[in-house]
């Protein structure tokens, strides 16, 4: 166990998920033992570098449940940090839905009042949604730390998300868990 804890790291396919290592890495020399979960949709494409994330956490990617019988994978957490989050992503959370490994854990990360943060990466148009601006509400009435905001991560113009990322903002997410309690 090092300084820091558990963090584990939800990667959801979003463009800047390529790029995730940057987060892991900045993690990891905080202090941090990572788990990466990617997304089953994250962890079936090119969207993240599957290798380099398990060579920066030093622990293979989750994507699936575990099999009946079959141990814990990894350690349980200590906080948590969703990024990049899809309107899929926190609209599903927001709801209850668990049908996959990665919100099953953030479903169960706000039961148990663990640390976490979400930083998103949608565009305008997604953002303008109802039922996103509804979901980003109900995560933050459960505790959860949506960088989504003036000063924090703003969305893009349709069209535009692929030069927004080297501008992602995976610090933000760090600095911001890093400054978390336990709920």
């Known amino acids: ?53 398990e060579a920066a956490s030093g622990r293979p990617v989750r994507s699936t449940w575990r099999r009946s019988g079959e141990e814990k994978r990894n350690p349980p957490a200590d906080a948590v940090v969703v990024a990049p989050m899809t309107m899929n992503t926190v609209n599903k959370w927001a709801a209850g839905i668990a049908d996959t490994y990665a919100l099953g854990l953030v479903a169960e990360a706000v039961g148990l009042g663990l640390p976490v943060v979400a930083l998103p990466f949608w565009s305008t148009a997604l953002d303008g ?6 979901s980003v509400e109900v995560l933050r009435g459960t505790g959860v730390r949506v960088l989504h905001g003036e000063g924090e991560w703003l969305p893009h113009a349709p069209g535009t998300g692929g030069r927004q990322l ?7 997410a760090l600095d911001a868990v890093g400054g978390l309690k336990r709920g």
């Open 1 to 53: 166990m090092t300084a820091r804890g558990v963090l584990y790291v939800v990667v959801c396919v979003a463009g800047p998920a390529k790029d995730a290592g940057r987060l892991v890495t900045a993690a990891t020399e905080r202090g941090w033992d990572v788990c990466v979960i990617a997304t089953p949709a994250a962890a079936d494409g090119e969207f993240i570098d599957r290798d380099a994330l």
């Open 166 to 172: 080297d501008a992602y903002p995976w610090q933000l």
């Open 129 to 134: 949604h109802p039922a996103t601006r509804r």
